[in-house]
């Protein structure tokens, strides 16, 4: 069968699809309840330039490893080892079902706006139900083929762009600078916290709102023209930061915080409203439905992805190596399907099932993006892929540095409880490395992954004490 290849144009819409979806309608209310427009302006430029230092050290990468495909779980296989590369792409996939899991949330909470008493918050037992339909009604048409999925992809992200470009335009039409202005310092009722307690408030979800950068490097096997991945990698950044950054701040102009704070979310439809009346809230709500069904296809396909290359790299279980009629990871799309169809079954029982998905995709995330950036960094000193253009080397070094600054800060800024969550899911998932490591007839660790394996091991069981006593709260 012959291979599909992606343009440009698609490369970018599979960038712009995965990171245009939940977040960017969660905005509004979750900078107003943290800080004002000062903190925010902080924020996003923390968040902006680090966020586009991965973005170059994503296109450096494969300008100067064209022979790493699959890029987020790969370069850190090549840079840091076997076991390194395997919780890089177990952390990977395992955020992406997280964030799927979010995405069906948001979904059933937004038609809780119009049938409450049926969808309540996303988390009853008929929104449950609607959200396990929705998961296998997607599986089923990707198993019909990657090539239509992308197509279908790309109408969906020009589609859902028009009612944020709709929003940000009414919040111009309608922007007052005495408001902007009494709002700057987050205005009356500011908690009283530091400008660096704001600016860290909204650290987690600036992380989830740019999940999806390295769109075009997961794909990069599909690309009609290597370079395009690196090219659609900084356009679709570009693109979609200069629509966050307005969606954030421009409501600003138009209410108080605290009135932007208290919307219910998804919170641009709440913000529009308080602007324009009802019929801005329906209409966001629906342009909501529209991009978080088109960002569910964009993830679903990267989760299959990332687990259908692992394994044909032998550090997963061949099993995720198998291929339909159709050239899609059949295997690997059933495996995600099953987990995040527990995920949502979960949030059943979750007390905050919406912010608590959020924050733990942002936080499952940023162990492969550090490992990207950690091999920037040693890619640039070895000199490896810069024998045409040695005088690349510095300039790419200093940029793969202040990106793995960046994803530590993030680190910190989520704080030690959602760590120890992740090490808890990390434990059982490195079963999937022991089998695919005796189907290989491989040795399981060197001595330095041997220390991290124990250091993850302790991680998962701090955690899991701290949740069986009560000391952690999902």
């Given at each position: 069968m012959q291979t599909q290849k992606l343009s440009?144009?698609?490369?970018?819409?599979?960038?712009?699809?995965?990171?245009?979806?939940?977040?960017?309608?969660?905005?509004?209310?979750?900078?107003?309840?943290?800080?004002?427009?000062?903190?925010?302006?902080?924020?996003?430029?923390?968040?902006g330039t680090g966020m586009y230092m991965l973005a170059r050290v994503f296109q450096a990468l494969a300008e100067k490893r064209p022979d790493i495909d699959s890029g987020v779980f790969a370069y850190a296989k090549a840079g840091f080892g076997d076991y390194m590369g395997f919780l890089s792409a177990f952390g990977y996939w395992l955020g992406s079902c997280l964030g799927n899991v979010f995405y069906w949330l948001l979904i059933s909470s937004t038609l809780g706006r119009f049938f409450p008493a049926i969808f309540g918050d996303g988390t009853s037992a008929t929104a449950i139900i609607v959200s396990l339909i929705g998961v296998w009604a997607f599986h089923f048409m990707i198993l019909r083929g990657v090539e239509q999925a992308a197509f279908i992809n790309t109408v969906v992200t020009i589609a859902k762009v028009v009612p944020i470009l709709v929003?940000?335009?009414?919040?111009?039409?309608?922007?007052?600078?005495?408001?902007?202005?009494?709002?700057?310092?987050?205005?009356?009722?500011?908690?009283?916290?530091?400008?660096?307690a704001q600016v860290r408030d909204t650290m987690l979800i600036?992380?989830?709102?740019?999940?999806?950068?390295?769109?075009?490097?997961?794909?990069?096997?599909?690309?009609?023209?290597?370079?395009d991945v690196g090219t659609a990698t900084i356009l679709g950044f570009v693109a979609v930061t200069g629509l966050m950054v307005a969606v954030t701040l421009l409501p600003y102009a138009t209410a108080t915080r605290t009135d932007i704070a208290g919307v219910q979310n998804p919170s641009?439809?709440?913000?529009?409203?308080?602007?324009?009346?009802?019929?801005g809230a329906v209409f966001i709500s629906i342009g909501?439905?529209?991009?978080?069904?088109?960002?569910?296809?964009a993830w679903s396909l990267i989760c299959a992805e990332v687990l259908f290359a692992v394994a044909k790299s032998q550090d997963m279980p061949r099993l995720f190596a198998a291929q339909n009629s159709n050239r899609v990871p059949a295997n690997a799309l059933w495996l995600t399907n099953i987990v995040v169809s527990l995920f949502v079954i979960s949030t059943y029982w979750s007390r905050d099932a919406f912010n608590f998905m959020l924050d733990m995709t942002s936080v499952t995330a940023l162990l492969p993006y550090l490992l990207v950036?950690?091999?920037?960094?040693?890619?640039?000193?070895?000199?490896?892929?810069?024998?045409?253009?040695?005088?690349?080397?510095?300039?790419?070094?200093?940029?793969?540095?202040?990106?793995?600054?960046?994803?530590?800060?993030?680190?910190?800024?989520?704080?030690?409880?959602?760590?120890?969550?992740?090490?808890?899911?990390?434990?059982?998932?490195?079963?999937?490395?022991?089998?695919?490591?005796?189907?290989?007839?491989?040795?399981?660790?060197?001595?330095?992954?041997?220390i991290i394996f124990g250091v993850t091991v302790l991680g998962g069981a701090v955690g899991a004490y701290g949740l069986v006593t009560g000391l952690i709260t999902p």
């Open positions: 440009l144009f698609s490369l970018t819409g599979m960038v712009v699809g995965s990171m245009v979806g939940a977040g960017i309608f969660n905005l509004p209310g979750r900078f107003a309840t943290a800080t004002g427009p000062f903190g925010a302006l902080i924020a996003w430029a923390i968040a929003a940000i335009m009414a919040f111009i039409l309608f922007f007052n600078y005495g408001k902007f202005s009494e709002n700057f310092f987050g205005g009356v009722g500011m908690p009283e916290k530091s400008l660096l600036t992380v989830f709102v740019f999940l999806g950068i390295e769109g075009a490097s997961v794909y990069s096997r599909f690309a009609k023209t290597r370079a641009l439809a709440g913000a529009l409203e308080l602007v324009v009346g009802h019929w909501v439905l529209i991009s978080v069904l088109g960002a569910y296809l950036a950690g091999y920037g960094v040693m890619l640039a000193r070895s000199g490896k892929g810069y024998e045409t253009s040695p005088s690349e080397r510095g300039r790419d070094q200093l940029i793969a540095s202040l990106a793995v600054l960046y994803t530590l800060v993030m680190f910190v800024a989520a704080g030690l409880k959602y760590v120890l969550l992740v090490t808890v899911l990390f434990v059982p998932g490195t079963i999937l490395y022991f089998w695919a490591r005796r189907e290989q007839g491989a040795h399981l660790f060197t001595p330095t992954e041997l």
